[in-house]
């Protein structure tokens, strides 16, 4: 129950609400509450005229001083001053019971209007709460927790805590002011049956705490179960063309059906358990119904009670008979909703590890990037990706970083943007430390083109423009497309730049999702660009046309391309090889040539292939 305290804030932000809802839940118990009396009020009056051998038409003379309400007490008043026949008064009595229904139906409406309402409100600032929150955390984060988890937290455990802001707090307040008022009056008319009434309640009270531990326990495996199949589903769908073109369908499938068999039979094993509440709350009602009728029928054979109050005692156990039984369900859903708040906080007291420093100020980021003495390794991995790293990339030069697969060349675009922090040494940008940087404005200041290329299900235009803080032009827009070479391509799509691209950019080719890619990152037309590895999946002719662009884009700009392979059209002012986290190699292309080292050979490779693909062009 602590992990619900979480929600205290919102309680108090919708205070009102929350009040005018306690206040209605309470009048329509009181109005409820008088239905019991005036309807023992009328067999009693019944019973007097019976004893009398009235008529109907015979005027009321009803003496017998009842523990009613004030209400009904007034309202027995003035039929006695009236001088009402037997007949009037019950046709006046089911009136009063039928207005007294309406009134009450009325303040029902209102309750769901009030807490109903505030649950809403409550589950929509929580999942932007939850969003947001998932927008701050670091790129390591992401990389231990799976996608399907994140979802079910902001889907299905936050849909759980609303039950416990709206229903089930609606049902505890209405269950609470009815067995208030209930207990009251039924202690006020007549305390012995009373306790012979209530009697099975002690035994109801235990077989809800019991099993409100079991119900806790088996709800938190439930939705840990419900995350992994969600996990299990999101991936298939994200990765359907790789399960069909390897024929794993049935694969799969077994694997989703074990999972989905998992997530069964917990829940059935759950359902059993919240079965146990209503037979039971059943059980209970009966008993005390029957020894209502038996108590209270012996007390009347023996003239110490009037038929009346047993009429109304069988009215307040009715009355009981859903509050009670909706214990245990409120009880069920708290408990639920404690599982998935305990889930949800998990996340929001997850520091990010990547925060602004408390003093960091906002600074136009020109002048040399500086590399010094840094060494990183991913906490997932234990990978030791750079050691003791030492780069200088003066204001405006075009750098080529290249290195074989986990040579570290990604991880320094990486720290670069922050995404993780150096474990040692630091990182400068025009003599300013990126640490102490505000990391939006950083972030903001750089034109990052990753390696993994992810389109948003938008139109192309939103997809290219997407980094931009205001809206951006039809004709930026084209000439960022254009500097991208993928402007042509765009334009003959069925609704050019409107065309709307699917989920993850899956209607267009890998070599127009890297160029779509590419102009996002050329829009921003920053100081300083990073490009890493965003040409793999273009050809050679078009991979020439781009790197002419860049470079007449790149005037004046400091750019760092990091890739596999050697670009022979752009002169470099310094190419870097990477080798196991630190550089092996660096100078000019002339440079590196004349040493005859790694960049060399790997020179002499590609010239080799490209010839040999250009015999089997001809050819």
């Not at 309750?111 to 701050?136: A, F, G, L, P």
């Not at 012995?192 to 079991?214: D, H, K, M, Q, R």
């Not at 660009?529 to 005037?555: G, M, R, W």
Request: glycine letters at 6%; a neutral charge; one cysteine or more.
């Amino acid at each position: 129950m602590k992990h619900l305290a979480a929600l205290n804030k919102y309680f108090w932000k919708y205070r009102f609400r929350l009040v005018a809802g306690i206040l209605v839940i309470t009048l329509s118990n009181f109005f409820a509450i008088l239905s019991p009396q005036l309807s023992g009020f009328v067999i009693n009056l019944v019973q007097s005229a019976i004893s009398s051998h009235s008529t109907p038409a015979d005027v009321v003379r009803y003496d017998k001083d009842a523990h009613y309400n004030q209400l009904v007490h007034w309202f027995i008043q003035w039929v006695n001053n009236q001088e009402f026949t037997y007949g009037k008064v019950v046709i006046l009595a089911g009136v009063m019971l039928l207005f007294v229904a309406l009134l009450r139906g009325f303040f029902m409406f209102l309750m769901r209007q009030t807490i109903n309402v505030m649950s809403r409100y409550i589950e929509y600032d929580q999942k932007n709460e939850v969003y947001q929150h998932y927008q701050k955390l670091d790129a390591g984060f992401f990389k231990t927790h799976s996608t399907g988890d994140l979802m079910n937290r902001i889907t299905e455990d936050v849909s759980r805590v609303r039950m416990y802001v709206g229903p089930a707090l609606m049902y505890f307040i209405n269950l609470a002011s009815t067995i208030g008022f209930c207990l009251f009056y039924m202690f006020k008319q007549n305390v012995e049956l009373s306790l012979y009434v209530l009697s099975p309640l002690p035994i109801l009270a235990g077989t809800i705490y019991f099993v409100n531990i079991i119900i806790n326990k088996k709800s938190q495996r439930v939705q840990a179960l419900l995350s992994d199949l969600t996990t299990n589903a999101q991936e298939s769908y994200s990765g359907i063309r790789v399960i069909k073109s390897f024929v794993q369908e049935k694969s799969m499938l077994g694997f989703f059906n074990k999972n989905s068999e998992a997530y069964r039979q917990n829940a059935v094993s759950l359902a059993k358990v919240e079965a146990i509440y209503f037979p039971s709350m059943t059980l209970l009602i009966g008993l005390s119904t029957i020894i209502a009728i038996l108590i209270g029928g012996l007390q009347v054979l023996h003239g110490t009670l009037q038929i009346g109050v047993i009429v109304e005692f069988v009215i307040y156990i009715n009355m009981l008979t859903f509050p009670v039984s909706a214990i245990g369900w409120t009880a069920s859903m708290i408990q639920r909703a404690a599982a998935s708040q305990k889930r949800i906080n998990e996340f929001l007291q997850t520091e990010p590890a990547i925060q602004s420093a408390p003093d960091a100020e906002a600074k136009p980021l020109r002048g040399d990037i500086v590399f010094d003495h840094v060494s990183f390794t991913y906490a997932n991995t234990g990978i030791k990706a750079i050691a003791d790293f030492n780069l200088t990339v003066k204001e405006g030069q075009k750098v080529l970083v290249i290195g074989r697969t986990g040579s570290g060349k990604t991880t320094l675009a990486q720290l670069l943007l922050r995404f993780y922090d150096p474990a040692s040494g630091r990182i400068t940008i025009g003599g300013n430390d990126i640490a102490k940087l505000p990391v939006h404005n950083l972030r903001e200041q750089i034109s990052y083109v990753p390696q993994d290329v992810f389109l948003f299900s938008d139109t192309v235009a939103n997809n290219i423009s997407f980094g931009l803080a205001k809206a951006a032009g039809m004709d930026e827009v084209r000439l960022a497309a254009t500097y991208a070479s993928v402007d042509k391509e765009i334009s003959g799509l069925p609704g050019g730049y409107e065309t709307m691209v699917g989920e993850r950019g899956v209607t267009l080719s890998g070599g127009q999702k890297q160029r779509v890619s590419i102009a996002r990152g050329l829009i921003k037309t920053p100081d300083i660009l990073l490009f890493d590895d965003c040409l793999s999946a273009v050809d050679a002719k078009t991979e020439n046309e781009i790197i002419h662009h860049l470079y007449t884009f790149l005037q004046n700009k400091t750019a760092i391309i990091i890739t596999h392979r050697i670009f022979t059209v752009l002169n470099f002012d310094k190419i870097v090889v990477l080798d196991e986290g630190g550089i092996i190699e660096e100078g000019t292309h002339e440079q590196l040539l004349a040493s005859n080292g790694y960049y060399a050979e790997l020179y002499r490779l590609q010239m080799t292939s490209n010839e040999r693909d250009d015999t089997a062009t001809l050819n």
